[in-house]
């Protein structure tokens, strides 16, 4: 009966199109269709998830500009996501208004409006909800710890913290324990002042309802406390997505599954995985640094390597013999493997939260944004891996390897990482605190 009068209430998803970004949007999507909610995704022409993944959902096209602007192959996300706010409200408007209209005339009237939630970097979906007086929800893809960071920064700018003196201070940043200025995600974007306005904007939750994270109380409990006292909306932890919703997958690359054949033939625990996510990239000297660290360690790897990187061409040869680079794997079943002892990561948030959840040890490289303050949850707060710097040279890469893989160091970080994995387990399952969220969750849009 409850779940008959859930659905009739449509819920439209708007994703920001970068790959850990659509993840989580869509195993949300999945998590509330399970729940009796219809869900429309309303998606950019530009990195456009594959509809046959996802038979529930309808699709709706948003034409964006990017292309048009010449800026899909720009490397400054600022860019991306500016223009993104521009170009796609009208046409969000007006899919939006034709839904409306379609619906008065299916159900006279009797239906509850439809509720948009989008990623915080889509704020245009907020403002287009507001005028047409429609409920809308964020969703942020990043942790609470980050989303705090972005609220702090007003404060630390008036007081002459930021911009920063020194970007790789050790010193910790007033109010936001255990973090350092270096961690603080500043680094890498090419305009201070444009970035700091856009982190503003894409965390102001203006006339929304609610936001959601994806995180759990047992992972960021102060922080999720501290973000509830911030925001004057309720805050819902609803994660870890990917492990509520595992059979969803919203890969805009092929996986190549040959990893998985590869990796039944290596032993226990004994591989290292490489990967630095979606958009991190390595230039060609750090390429060649990797591959001659990752020979000599003589541990197996397995090496994500996305279309576009190169290896040097005299690393093909020795690198077939202890390890396989494939184009893009399916990570999460890779890090499920019983033969993956180590995952050396950029710390994206969907690859620090599928580690850990596959109680696998990282080594952590961050790059940009937010990686930064999820590396030093990873290594100070949860200490389930340790930090290297980028620019290493190959015998430092070699140590690192053989510390997280080989050495007592490495043993218990897999300990802690294993009984953390178990800690959210019990976070998850039925009655904890994660199915209260959910619930609280569910009221919260049935009533907004
Ligand atoms: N991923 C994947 N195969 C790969 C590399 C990454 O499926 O070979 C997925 C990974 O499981 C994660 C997402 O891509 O869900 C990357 O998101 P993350 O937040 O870790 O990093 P980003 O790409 O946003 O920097």
Redesign the pocket.
Known sequence: MEKQRWGIRKLVLVPCP???HI?PMLQLGTLLHANGFSITVAHTKFNFPNPENHPDFTFLPIPDALFDRGITSSIDLTDIISCLNVSCKAPLKNSLAQIMESEKENHGGGQKLPCVIYDGSMYFAEAVAHELELPSIMLRTTNASTLLTYYSFPQLQKEGYIPLQDGMSLALVPGLYPLRFKDLPLANFKNLDILLQLMARTSDIRSSSAVICNTLDCLEKSSLAKLQEQCKVPVFPIGPLHTIVPSSSS?LLK?DRSCIEWLNKQSHNSVLYV?L????SMNQNELREMAKGLTSSRQPFLW?LRPGSLLPEDFDESIGEKGLIVK?????EVLAHKAVGGFWS?C????TL?SICAGVAMICQPCFGDQTVNARLVSHVWKVGFEVDNNLVSIEIEKAIRRLMLDVEGQELRHRVISLKKKIELCTQEGASFCNSLSELRKCILSC
Do not use: D, L, T, Y
């Open positions: 970068f790959q850990g993840n890969s996986e990967s996510g979606s958009i991190a994500v893009w794997a399916p990570q999460k950029h994206g948030w969907n690859s599928e």
